[in-house]
């Protein structure tokens, strides 16, 4: 195979795995990123410290107190991992939104780099109907393929619009 061939179908392996890929948010319903819930063991308030009666005895204070540091630590380990839960998921959702976006950001530098020619193909119909033709099929795979990405990027923001 001549380079230029092998270019060829390289090109249009990634043309159609592009459209491939965008195509997908065509079909699909419109989805809104939202942060997930948080699990419900984690919403439990914290009990309250127990007190001291009036005139309480030495083992009363001890008493409440090592109940008290009970509850303390109990809640600090619910609080603790409420924290955690929280910021593993902020970057979870932070990052699933970058690489959507790094994702987008590369299909449209690929798309950009092609000229969106089937040499064969285009060979064939030039050979038929003229430069013309080929030139007006370049421009609908162009504006195909454009209009996917824009859908796609669409679909990655949660926007409610779809256009057509």
Do not use: H
Request: aromatic share 8%; net charge neutral; glycine share 4%.
């Amino acid at each position: 195979m001549e380079q230029e061939q092998k270019s060829a179908l390289i090109t249009l392996m990634i043309i159609t795995l592009i459209i491939l890929a965008t195509c997908s948010g065509c079909a699909s319903p419109p989805v809104k990123q939202k942060f997930p819930e948080v699990p419900e063991i984690m919403l439990k308030k914290c009990a309250p410290l127990e007190q001291l009666a009036d005139e309480p005895k030495l083992s009363d204070v001890a008493r409440t107190v090592a109940k008290n540091y009970g509850s303390y630590a109990e809640c600090s380990v619910n609080n603790d991992a409420w924290i955690e839960w929280y910021q593993t998921q902020k970057k979870v959702f932070k990052n699933t939104l970058i690489l959507a976006g790094v994702l987008v950001g590369a299909v449209m530098l690929i798309t950009w780099g092609s000229d969106f020619a089937s040499p064969e193909t285009d060979k064939r119909i030039a050979e038929q109907g003229g430069m013309e033709t080929v030139n007006k099929i370049k421009e609908l795979r162009s504006k195909l393929v454009w209009d996917d990405i824009f859908r796609s990027i669409l679909f990655v923001s949660g926007k409610q619009t779809w256009i057509s």
